[in-house]
């Protein structure tokens, strides 16, 4: 699976728009998000869709979460609201 290019950050755009918008985190570089000194999120795409790799802040390790869909990056940011609380 790889990086997300261009044109996925493209359909992901309003995601970033929303994520760029919560207070503890910072765009390092083109979609990818740290908190504090860690890295946070970042996405991936493949024949499959697209998807986020996210560090929940009660595990170590990052979960892929799939975000091709509204519905999936309405979920997602549900997600990650809650875990920078």
Request: proline share 4%; net charge positive.
């Amino acid at each position: 699976m790889k990086h997300a290019g261009p044109d996925a950050f493209a359909m992901l755009e309003p995601l970033l728009r929303d994520l760029r918008a919560l207070p503890g985190l910072s765009e390092r570089s083109l979609g990818v998000f740290y908190r504090r000194s860690k890295a946070f999120l970042h996405f991936h795409e493949d024949d499959g869709g697209l998807f986020a790799d996210f560090r929940f802040a009660d595990r170590g390790d990052f979960e892929r979460v799939r975000v091709s869909t509204a519905a999936e990056r309405k979920r997602f940011l549900a997600l990650v609201r809650n875990g920078l609380q």
